[in-house]
Nanobody
Framework: QVQLVESGGGLVQAGGSLRLSCAAS????????MGWYRQAPGKQRELVAH???????NYADSMKGRFTISRDNAKNTVYLQMNSLKPEDTAVYYC?????????????WGQGTQVTVSS
């Protein structure tokens, strides 16, 4: 089935930057929307950003202007450039990919990568 490999997380000081990546592999007929979500301990998972097949994006308000989502369709990879990071951005970040396996649209989650922002 589909596998998502995430990378780029780590520890950074407030005001710093990180770039996350998520590469999809497996038997995929086509990939649709890709996205990033995050979850802090004891909190619900929340949307960070989506990028659609045509390149259109949306962002959660707290990330707008600081984060940029992009995709490389040839590599089946989605990226998240995070700038001006704040301690409240600390969370596990998960990628999510919608795909068509030939039977209809489905989605798959990555295992998450930790982002820690120190004050």
């Amino acid at each position: 089935q589909v596998q998502l490999v995430e990378s780029g997380g780590g520890l950074v000081q407030a005001g710093g930057s990180l770039r996350l990546s998520c590469a999809a592999s497996g038997r995929i007929f086509s990939i649709g929307t890709m996205g990033w979500y995050r979850q802090a301990p004891g909190k619900q998972r929340e949307l960070v950003a989506h990028i659609f097949t045509g390149g259109k994006t949306n962002y959660a308000d707290s990330m707008k202007g600081r984060f940029t989502i992009s995709r490389d369709n040839a590599k089946n990879t989605v990226y998240l450039q995070m700038n001006s990071l704040k301690p409240e951005d600390t969370a596990v970040y998960y990628c999510r990919v919608w795909y068509d396996d030939g039977l209809g649209l489905k989605d798959y989650w990555g295992q998450g990568t930790q982002v820690t922002v120190s004050s």
